[in-house]
């Protein structure tokens, strides 16, 4: 016979409180979880608009684990038969890598009930199922230097301009923007896709500073006047110019490239409950409020409201929205990674 509501409530309670095991699920004792996060900023920000609210509403702690998206999913390729992360933050392409490496679990509205506020572009799928949902988009804009670019570049196409030479940085496919940039300059120029040699003469010849393997590297060399323009995710750029470097940051005419900071449920963890709370607090308005404030981060929960200040530095840019960002087919990028990276090598990097 069933129990009473009120008594199954009870029961439930006490299961959780007590470590017991529920409905055959085993429920943890310890009033812990792992989260994966990047460093820096990036980690103050979760720790700051996530992290500590859900600590606050549940008195469970969270422990950190930094690092890039990569490093985090060897760690869930090396734990799968006994996690310890709960709840991953990966990139966009990494996220795609980790559900077909089998150590993503499923995301659904019971429960995570704030699933279903965020916009649909922002909720993974594989079939019919979840595996990743974006907690914010970022994207890839012009860069420049207010000292030497006095008036702010219009087109990506600029970046071709003699008087640059030199003084130009863009990401390499090191870089985890590097290969879905090469795809969207593809789309800048016009250039087909299915054959890129035209694309590679093209950035060859361009007269670079550097190609960045990495986001610090480019905050570095547009901080020390190494670069003058070129690309920089608006993150990076914004907190230059928030620290009051004579840095600019601009959506060119043919728009930006863009992908989003996702968060994941690690398949097999011990504290599934706690792990789908922590996402649930990531999703609501506040949350997603707080990180559009700390990192310029384009909400990706509905319905979100910020000061006119943040507004203007999210990746689409003043009046924009989710519809203005290039968001690229994470599969195909990935099924053509190798082969991009290799022709960079042989046909850009080797002709510097």
Not at 103 to 117: E, F, K, M
Request: glycine share 8%; net charge neutral.
């Amino acid at each position: 016979m069933a129990l009473p509501v009120h008594l199954r409530s009870t029961l439930l309670a006490t299961a959780l409180a007590a470590g017991l095991t529920v409905g055959g699920t085993a429920v943890a004792q310890d009033n812990r979880i792992t989260v994966a996060w990047y460093g820096g900023n990036w980690g103050d920000a979760f720790k700051a608009c996530v992290a500590d609210p859900f600590t606050k509403a549940t008195g469970i702690a969270v422990t950190p684990e930094v690092g890039t998206s990569t490093t985090t999913l060897a760690k869930l390729q090396q734990q799968k038969s006994a996690p310890t992360i709960d709840v991953a933050w990966m990139d966009g392409g990494i996220s795609e890598l980790a559900q077909q490496a089998g150590v993503l679990d499923t995301l659904d509205v019971q429960g995570i009930p704030n699933l279903a506020n965020v916009v649909d572009q922002a909720v993974y799928k594989q079939g019919a199922d979840a595996f990743a949902v974006g907690s914010g988009y970022y994207a890839l804009g012009l860069t420049y230097s207010t000292k030497e670019v006095k008036t702010p570049p219009k087109s990506w196409k600029d970046l071709w301009k003699p008087e640059y030479a030199g003084a130009i940085a863009i990401p390499s496919p090191s870089n985890s923007s590097g290969v879905p940039f090469v795809f969207f300059l593809a789309k800048v120029w016009g250039n087909d896709p299915a054959d890129l040699t035209p694309l590679y003469k093209k950035i060859a010849a361009l007269d670079t500073a550097l190609f960045f393997d990495s986001s610090g590297a480019a905050t570095n060399a547009y901080q020390s006047g190494e670069a003058v323009i070129g690309a920089h995710f608006n993150v990076g750029a914004w907190d230059l110019i928030d620290k009051g470097l004579p840095i600019g940051f601009t959506v060119p005419q043919e728009g930006v490239w863009a992908t989003d900071a996702r968060l994941h449920l690690v398949k097999g963890s011990p504290r599934r409950a706690a792990a789908q709370r922590f996402i649930d607090t990531a999703l609501t308005p506040e949350a997603s409020a707080c990180l559009a404030t700390k990192l310029y981060l384009g909400p990706a929960v509905k319905n979100v409201k910020v000061a006119d200040y943040v507004a203007r530095k999210l990746p689409w840019g003043v009046g924009g929205s989710i519809a203005d960002l290039s968001l690229l087919d994470w599969n195909m990028v990935n099924a053509r990674r190798a082969e991009i990276t290799d022709a960079w090598n042989r046909q850009v990097a080797r002709k510097r």
